[in-house]
């Protein structure tokens, strides 16, 4: 079967950190562009951060840029999401979706997702 499985969210206060994982079963990462996304109770999906299918090219939402580090490790078939410095408006669930044989890194087109792993920023 093939699915992405998210780990690593949890209840993190206002300036701590998380790290997310998305790993892969069934299928190899290495053809595939990532991307992380998170949707926050009330408002619509949006896409945080992508990486190629080499890491070579990577992108982040202005609201995250600065705090949060996308990589990949393809020997392990996962890639991950380094959150610093929290903020409340991160509280969200995060979603991981993967794209394959495409240029770069996108937001859209998404072949597999994974169920979400929650992030609660919270004192």
Request: proline share 2%.
């Amino acid at each position: 079967q093939l699915q992405l499985v998210e780990s690593g969210g949890g209840l993190v206060q206002p300036g701590g950190s998380l790290r997310l994982s998305c790993a892969a079963s069934g299928f190899t990462l290495d053809y595939y562009a990532i991307g992380w996304f998170r949707q926050a109770p009330g408002k619509e999906r949006e896409g945080v951060s992508c990486i190629s299918s080499s890491g070579g090219s990577r992108n982040y939402v202005d609201s995250v840029k600065g705090r949060f580090t996308i990589s990949r490790d393809n020997a392990k078939n996962t890639v991950y999401l380094q959150m610093n410095s929290l903020k409340p408006e991160d509280t969200a669930i995060y979603y991981c979706a993967a794209r394959r044989r495409v240029a770069g890194c996108v937001y859209f087109g998404m072949d597999y997702w994974g169920k979400g792993t929650l992030v609660t920023v919270s004192s």
